[in-house]
């Protein structure tokens, strides 16, 4: 039976009420599928909320300012359907800038979305890594893209510039996750039964393939010190593994 921690309030989430409703524009690709929205993430630093549209196309809107919109505009918000460019910027972090409504168009259908930053929830147990594609600042805010292709692609979520490339799984990717203690370790879910663990600090060095399940993998998820992952799939069983 799934239950809340002790620090939430049951009583008050039977009262919750709609805050409002992002809607997304009528698909401009050739494809059947259009505005179904497969999959939605907030940013750990609550900058960012972002949602896949169901055709390729990921949307990134500052979660205060969306907010702001319900308020004044009543529930419904039909968010801005043009996809405005960002200003060239490094990876670093140095120069990021205040957040805007921004998209990513990830090449194919979008079934899965996380975001990662390398600011911990606690003490990262991350080791120093000596060479990068691309450097890393103390505040970097990914967004991990999964694709119908089985390709994971990463994001720079400040400059929209496509960092990774991830392409070892051979279905579709129906969840990704990143450890929450800032050390950029993703951990990706597939219709191919395996789940892989990559290491962005690593240039996205894939370490581990997990294949406990016969089945599809449909969810994953890391404990809170990031020292174990726990798994759904098809076949109806949870799979938990110990990652250190």
Known sequence: ????????????????????????????????????????????????????QGHRIVKLVPWSQCLNNFSVHGIKNFVNASQSRLPRQNSDGDQKTKPREHSIDCGDIVWSLAFGSSVPEKQSRCVNIEWHRFKFGQDQLLLATGLSSGRIKIWDVYTGKLLLNLMDHTEVVRDLTFAPDGSLILVSASRDKTLRVWDLKDDGNMMKVLRGHPNWVYSCAFSPDSSTLCSVGASKTVVAAILV
Request: with cysteine; glycine share 8%.
């Open 1 to 52: 039976m799934a239950s809340f921690p002790p620090t939430v309030n049951e009583k008050l989430i039977g009262r919750s009420r709609a805050v409002g409703e992002l809607l997304a524009p009528v698909s401009p690709f050739d494809k059947k599928c259009g505005r179904e929205n497969w999959t939605v993430a907030f940013a750990p630093d609550g900058s960012y909320f972002a949602w896949s």
